[in-house]
């Protein structure tokens, strides 16, 4: 009887404790870096009436996020003066209600505010006002088809380069928020836009 079996050769099996320097800088580079906050604490409030004045009076902070510790429940706010969706404000402020003695502590984050360099960075989103001036300027013409609009538009971006053409979506955003006082109905598929009579 012949014996068919190959002999395979298996690495050397290493734990953790025995990587060499140059092999633990990979793992830990690996995993995903994270960033590290110092945060300081600034004020402890006796109750939670005291923490709804000073909030008050600072309208630049707006609830971010909460969740239960050991410690207490923790609830963090963001800075306000950029917005939610993009880009944040690296300083960041949350409460502690101690479970223990029931006071709450406030801490701040010891960077500064950085919402002005987010904001001149940030580019606007949306329909800007010349093309809200063309689109108007078209349906004060009397053209009511989204087709025939978005066609002008076309043909005077050529000329003028501040003039974007909008999605369907924006477009459809943008005629819904004209409302004049004398109406008129205009049809843009199932859109119901009323606008001033001529």
Same mark, same amino acid.
């Given at each position: 009887m012949e014996d068919n079996s190959e002999l395979v050769?298996?690495?050397?099996?290493?734990?953790?404790?025995?990587?060499s320097?140059?092999?633990?800088?990979? =793992?830990?580079?690996?995993?995903?870096?994270?960033?590290?906050?110092?945060?300081?604490?600034?004020?402890?409030?006796? /109750?939670?009436e005291q923490v709804n004045e000073w909030l008050k009076l600072n309208t630049f902070w707006?609830?971010?996020?909460?969740?239960?510790?050991?410690?207490?429940?923790? =609830?963090?706010?963001?800075? /306000?003066?950029?917005?939610?969706?993009?880009?944040?404000c690296e300083k960041v402020m949350h409460l502690q209600y101690n479970s223990i003695n029931m006071?709450? *502590?406030?801490?701040? &984050?010891?960077?500064d505010h950085t919402h002005e360099d987010i904001s001149t960075n940030q580019t606007k989103q949306g329909i800007n006002?010349? &093309?809200?001036?063309?689109?108007?300027?078209?349906?004060?013409q009397g053209i009511r088809k989204r087709k025939t609009i978005i066609e002008n538009l076309k043909i005077e971006s050529l000329t003028n380069p501040n003039i974007k053409i909008p999605t369907d979506r924006q477009f459809s955003n943008h005629i819904?928020?004209?409302?004049?006082? /004398?109406?008129? /109905?205009l049809?843009?598929?199932? *859109? &119901? *836009?009323?606008?001033?009579?001529?």
């Open positions: 050769q298996l690495e050397d099996f290493r734990s953790e404790e025995s990587l320097e140059s092999e633990e800088e990979v =793992v830990t580079s690996c995993n995903k870096t994270r960033r590290a906050r110092s945060w300081v604490s600034e004020e402890v409030y006796e /109750n939670n707006s609830l971010d996020k909460s969740y239960h510790s050991n410690a207490g429940r923790k =609830v963090f706010y963001r800075c /306000n003066l950029v917005k939610k969706r993009g880009p944040q006071k709450i *502590i406030r801490f701040e &984050t010891t960077t006002k010349e &093309t809200k001036q063309a689109i108007k300027k078209q349906l004060d819904q928020t004209i409302k004049p006082p /004398n109406y008129m /109905n049809y843009f598929g199932e *859109i &119901t *836009i009323d606008l001033v009579k001529m």
